[in-house]
Every structure is written in structure tokens, then in C-alpha cells.
């Protein structure tokens, strides 16, 4: 790999920069290999990149149905946080949200990691109680965050609505200062190329179509350019888990359903943090290019359409408009929607399916990307040892049965 | 946006539905394992295609429906009323309900 630097840059400018190699190979599938990852999102991507890197398993094939990060990766609105409310979570996701911090020089690829922070609005009195208990929750986990009054918020984003007489005033916000956004098509680029660079295979158009299982044993799976063997299987397809679940055998708790989200035209500098408003379900940053990035709440039914209702984004904006009166003559660019996989306590499951070899890392529903880093990072030590460490073992797939939900969906109605 | 053909009313807007999950769990009796009950409470088949669900008509006549639509089309083949008999009798109270003209 040619490690991209200014000076590359300057050399590559004497010619007209057509010298640039490729970021990654099109590798063909080989026969066999030790660890399949199905689904080059950047989960499956960081895990690949993880198993090389951290335990030097670098037989390994990362398998992309269409092109990677063409998935949620691609279709997210970017947040990154880590003050959730559970100590699991908060374990997990502030790994995470740390890993981001110098990911640009540890990929050699700027992934445009922007802390620029992340404002949660209390709107009701119920919201601002539960807030605190979560601003508390998250001092004891050692994640940094701050309690704003209203006159901090105004000052951190000046085109929210203060006015008392609002249908939901300000009374405070959760202010994590160190949260933000990142690029998220190079987030997976990043890593593909990085682990790319280390020999992981990164194979794309190529859909797994089936999972072969003997004794009990998955010895590998069956896709559009024929089969391929494996020892060990990471399955990583968020919103197709239940379907790749299917093809080994097994059941999840997971429910596929529609987020969407929407930007605006682009418009000039207003708003330098991310505002998340739960209580209206809303949230709102502004990218790089000027347009107000925008999401909601997911569409609340089965589906797999890779779209949303129109009716949802209605009910978004309409919301948003109350606290940010400024967007209301706004005409929006684009929407689009992914396909989101809902467990019943919103938190993720990484850990060993039910078939020996296989390993699941799914559920993340709404709020997976800024756990890329950290999920990668724990899923490829539970696939190189076959147990999970301490940060994936809460997040198994027993803790149903046993009754041990990590809920999150209390603490956060919309949030991602 | 979908677009639901309520047997009781005829077909409505989306927005006037509430959904209810999956309507091929079968609940457990109180007193099974607790295997049984977590399958029936938090594992799904999830299908990419048809799907056999519960919605419920809340901002119309506020009955559950059983409908079977695909996942991916979102093409709705059948709309039932989820509970047998309930039909005869709405119908039966709605016409003496009717003022007569
Ligand atoms: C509109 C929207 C907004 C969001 N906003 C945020 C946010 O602000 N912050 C946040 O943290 N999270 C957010 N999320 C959630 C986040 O995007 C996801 O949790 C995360 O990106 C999941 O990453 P992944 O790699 O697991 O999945 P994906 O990126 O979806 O990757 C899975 C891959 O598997 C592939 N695949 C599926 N089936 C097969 C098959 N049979 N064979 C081969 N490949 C297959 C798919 O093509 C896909 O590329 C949002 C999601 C959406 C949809
Ligand atoms: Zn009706």
C-alpha cells in the first residue's frame, strides 16, 4: 500500500494524478479461507481489518453483496456519542467513540472525524429528569459529559428556538463535547483499504445464497461465484440478518424495519454541533457541503424496501420546524432509507450463534455507525478466540433468555 | 405509504393504522418453559417477502386486522378481520345503529 501523505500528493501532482494505485484489489474468491465475514459494511470491514491487525488471522474474505458501505454504512446520518445509559453500552460505545479519535493516522485515511459535539434537548420535564440520570450514569462510566442550561444551549446553537412559550421549551440539554460526526463512506473505505493492505480479500457482487452446515458445524457458505469454505463465519449484514440466520438454521430476535433520513438544499454555515430532539423525534447536523442532514424515527413496521413513507419524513420536519424555525422555508435535496435490525432492547448482539463456527454481530438498529470501530474491534477477538471478551460478552444473544436486557431504548426514544 | 383494505371500513391510509408485529406468534400457555416463552416473545422469522401481520384500524373503526403483505413490494394480498365472528357483528350493529331516513 502506498501511504497517502502530502508529499504523495505533491508527487502525484507532476502527474496530473494519474499515478494513484487503487485503494484496495478485486480479489476472486479463493477456495477456502479461515474467517468469511458476510457483508462489507463497516462493522464487517472493521472486524476484518481487527482479526488482521490484532490477532493476525489474515486468511480472510470480507463478502459484499453489492459494493461496500453501499449498505447502512452508506445511509447513516453520521452521529457519533457514547453517552448511553447502560454500563455495557457505555463500555462499548465510548471504546468506540475513543478508536475514532485517531483512526485517520491509524488507517492512513482521513475519515473526517469532526468532534464537533453532541446536544441532547430536554423538551419536557420527564426528558430533562431522565437526561440527568443519564448524564450521571455516564460520569461513573468515565464518558465526559456536561449538563447545559438553557442559555448554554442557545449560546452552542444559536438557531434553536428559546422561546418559554414554545409547545416544547428548552429546559437543558446532555452536551457530550467530544461526540460528532465522521465521514461515513470513508469510514468504510478506510478500512477496507487497510485491511486490504494486510490480506484480507475484500470480495464485492458477490451475495451469499447459503450456508453450509454439517455435524452441527459450519464448513462454509454458498454464493454467486460459487462456494467457498470457511472454519469460521462472521455474519455482519444489519437489516439481512434474520434472512443469512435463516440459510444457517436459526432464529433471531431481530426485526427488519425502514429508517430514512433527508438533507436539505445546502446553505451557508449554521449549526457547528449535532442537536438531537427525542422528545419531538428529530435530529439535525449540518455536513460539510451545507445541508442540513436530518433524520427521524424508523418506520415502525417489517420491511426490507430500503425506502421510507413519505408520511415519516412529514412528521420529522414538521417536528424539527417548532425548535428550529430557520428550516421551515428549506426545500429538501434527497431522501433515502436503509433497512435497520431491531432487537427488543435496542442494543446490539455480538457473539457465537447457535451453530458451532458461526458468529453474529447484528441489532444495531438505528445507531451502529459510530459503534464501527469498537464493534470491529470486539467482534475479531471473539471470532479469533471463539469467546467473546469482556466488552462483547453482555451483548450475547443468551441475554434474552436469561433476561438480562441492556436497555437502551428508555434512555433513548430515537436516538442514534 | 401504504395503503390498507380494511374489511370494515375499505381501504384507508396508512397513517390511520397502528402495526402490531408478527401475527403468526403463538403464545405460549402461562405456565411453559421459559424457552417457549422467549421464542415467542423476542425471536421473529423476520421474512424477506410475504409476511402475515396484525394492524390495528386506531384512527378508524379500531379493530385488529390480520394482513398479509410482502416485505419487499409491500403489495398486501389479503386484509381478515383478526378476530372470527367480529365481522357478522359489526356489521350487524352498524345497520342498527343506521337512522332510519
Ligand atoms: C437513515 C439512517 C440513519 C442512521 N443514523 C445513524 C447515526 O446517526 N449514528 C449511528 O451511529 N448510526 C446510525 N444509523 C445506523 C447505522 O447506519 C448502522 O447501525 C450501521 O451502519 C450498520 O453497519 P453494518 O456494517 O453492520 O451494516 P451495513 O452497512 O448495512 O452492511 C451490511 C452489508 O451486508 C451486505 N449483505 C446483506 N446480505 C448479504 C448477503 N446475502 N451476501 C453478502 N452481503 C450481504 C449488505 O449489502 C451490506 O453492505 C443509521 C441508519 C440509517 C438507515
Ligand atoms: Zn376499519
Not at chain 1, 73 to 95: F, K, P, V, W
Amino acid at each position: 500500500m502506498k501511504r497517502y501523505s502530502v508529499f504523495a500528493l505533491a508527487r502525484n501532482a507532476m502527474s496530473y494524478h494519474q499515478g494513484w494505485e487503487r485503494a484496495w484489489r478485486a480479489p476472486e474468491p479463493k477456495s477456502e479461507y479461515d474467517v468469511v465475514i458476510v457483508g462489507a459494511g463497516g462493522h464487517g470491514l472493521a472486524t476484518a481489518y481487527y482479526l488482521a491487525k490484532n490477532h493476525g488471522v489474515r486468511n480472510v474474505a470480507v463478502i459484499e453483496k453489492g459494493w461496500l458501505g453501499g449498505g447502512n454504512t452508506g445511509r447513516n446520518t453520521t452521529i457519533i456519542r457514547s453517552n448511553y445509559l447502560q454500563d455495557e453500552s457505555a463500555a462499548l460505545y465510548e471504546l468506540s467513540r475513543g478508536l475514532f479519535e485517531d483512526l485517520s493516522q491509524k488507517l492512513n485515511f482521513n475519515i473526517m472525524f469532526s468532534p464537533r459535539g453532541v446536544l441532547m434537548l430536554a423538551q419536557t420535564e420527564h426528558e430533562k429528569r431522565a437526561l440527568k440520570r443519564t448524564l450521571h450514569a455516564t460520569r461513573l462510566n468515565g464518558v465526559h459529559t456536561e449538563w447545559a442550561e438553557p442559555s448554554k444551549v442557545k449560546s452552542l446553537c444559536p438557531i434553536i428556538n428559546d422561546s418559554a412559550d414554545a409547545r416544547f421549551p428548552i429546559l437543558g440539554g446532555l452536551w457530550q463535547p467530544r461526540g460528532g460526526t465522521a465521514r461515513h463512506d470513508a469510514v468504510a473505505w478506510g478500512f477496507a483499504r487497510a485491511a486490504d493492505d494486510l490480506g484480507v480479500d475484500v470480495i464485492q457482487n458477490c451475495a451469499v445464497e447459503g450456508v453450509d452446515v454439517q455435524g452441527g458445524r459450519v464448513v462454509g457458505v454458498q454464493t454467486s461465484k460459487g462456494a467457498i469454505r470457511c472454519k469460521k463465519l462472521g455474519i455482519v449484514v444489519a437489516g439481512h440478518s434474520s434472512v443469512l440466520a435463516d440459510m444457517a438454521g436459526f432464529r433471531m430476535p431481530i426485526e427488519s424495519v425502514a429508517l430514512q433520513a433527508l438533507v436539505s438544499e445546502p446553505i451557508k454555515p449554521c449549526m457547528d454541533i449535532v442537536v438531537m430532539a427525542n422528545t419531538v423525534h428529530g435530529y439535525m447536523s449540518q455536513s460539510d457541503k451545507g445541508e442540513l442532514v436530518i433524520g427521524g424515527g424508523a418506520d415502525g413496521f417489517n420491511n426490507y424496501s430500503q425506502r421510507g413513507s413519505f408520511h415519516h419524513v412529514e412528521e420529522t420536519v414538521t417536528a424539527l420546524v417548532e425548535t428550529f424555525p430557520i428550516i421551515s422555508r428549506l426545500k429538501m435535496l434527497r431522501q433515502w432509507g436503509g433497512v435497520v435490525d431491531m432487537t427488543g432492547d435496542r442494543s446490539p448482539i455480538i457473539g457465537k450463534a447457535p451453530v458451532e463456527g458461526i458468529f453474529v454481530n447484528c441489532g444495531w438498529g438505528t445507531g451502529g455507525f459510530k459503534a464501527t470501530p469498537g464493534s470491529g474491534h470486539c467482534f475479531a477477538a471473539t471470532i479469533a478466540q471463539g469467546e467473546p471478551d469482556d466488552v462483547a460478552a453482555p451483548f450475547s444473544m443468551g441475554r434474552f433468555a436469561e433476561g438480562r436486557m441492556i436497555d437502551e431504548s428508555v434512555a433513548a426514544a430515537v436516538a442514534h | 405509504m401504504l395503503r390498507i383494505p380494511c374489511p370494515y371500513c375499505g381501504p384507508r391510509d396508512h397513517a390511520e393504522f397502528d402495526y402490531g408485529g408478527d401475527a403468526t406468534v403463538v403464545w405460549p400457555a402461562l405456565d411453559d418453559t421459559t424457552e417457549a416463552w422467549v421464542e415467542a416473545l423476542y425471536f421473529r422469522d423476520d421474512p424477506k417477502g410475504p409476511h402475515r401481520e396484525l394492524w390495528r384500524h386506531a384512527r378508524g373503526c379500531r379493530l385488529w386486522l390480520i394482513v398479509e403483505r410482502d416485505t419487499v413490494t409491500h403489495e398486501i394480498s389479503a386484509a381478515h378481520p383478526a378476530h372470527p365472528g367480529m365481522a357478522d357483528e359489526v356489521t350487524a350493529q352498524s345497520q342498527a345503529e343506521t337512522p332510519s331516513a
